[in-house]
């Protein structure tokens, strides 16, 4: 462990203590960088780096005999394993047995847009992202009523337990739903250098690759676009092969943009507001004509945003032209972009 950051050691020896696993991994900060993982020695492909056992995890089943996990499921959905851990974050925050874990977490997350002034936040003006932001902390505002309509005694920062739940928590299909103490130092690389799951209930990580010494041990997130990156963890990646665009039919003037944030979509979706004809009617018809032409778009629910995979500018251009196009005259046989 490197003193860089002192919290890091007092977690790695309180998972030891738990009968937890910590090979060759440190703590490091580089000037002008982020905290990271990075490899303390050579490290050989399979080697076992972490393993956390049950104990020093916290799940959803933890709730059990804490909260009446039934009505918070009906109440938050599909977000309930969230809402549930977030309330274990806030309820262990001041537990003397949780102190190293909750010492290591940031005490804010001012990258995060939904932490954003409202002059930072006019940055994103004309892209889905700015809605997104807007919805989400409608969400956690609604969510923060409900469990008090409960009775569920909330003390703490619900937005920033939230958000660091929404940020760390490890979860895949078949693999449980978990906060994994250390392991949640992992910073996003295109290509995971590690492989993790839980067998008997210890969350174990294991390199995928050699990794040098020195070189920091970085997780795939998954396929994501920079403006969803932005949402859910806060940072952006340079050079992201992921870009897509979010359109929401429904909306008079519907084209709103979900792709990297920089890229100066308000242009673009000011004149589109602008043009004649753009109402719902010709956004669904130029949608399904987009989805004819062999562009991959999925509609996720119902009246819900249709995501269209590929460069927002010609998604959006080509969107823009067959809706006005079909304004005029009806749809056309025009290959989409």
Known sequence: MTADDPTAAGLADWIRSMGGFVGALEVRRPPGGVRGLYAGADIAAGDVLLEVPRRCQLTPEDALGCVPVEAVRALAGGMADHVLLALLLLRTADDPAWRPFHDGLPASLPGHPLFWSDADLAWLDGTSLRRLVEDRRSLLEEELRGLRALGVAVVGDWQRARTLVSSRVFSGEGA?????????????????????????????????????????????????????????????????????????????????????????????????QAAPGLLEETCVAALARLRVDGGVAVTENERSAVRVRGDERRVLEWLAREACFTARSGPRGEAGP
């Open 176 to 272: 449980g739903v978990a906060l994994v103490p250390f392991a949640d130092l992992m910073n996003h690389a295109f290509v995971s250098q590690v492989t993790w799951g839980f067998e008997a209930e210890r969350f174990v990580l294991r390199a995928r690759v050699p990794i040098r010494a020195g070189d920091e041990v970085c997780d795939d997130y998954g396929q994501k676009s920079n403006g969803r990156l932005l949402l859910h963890y806060g940072f952006t990646m340079p050079d992201n092969p992921e870009a897509e665009c979010v359109v929401y039919p429904w909306v008079l003037g519907p084209f709103r943009v979900r792709a990297r944030h920089d890229e100066g979509s308000a242009e673009l979706f000011a004149a589109l």
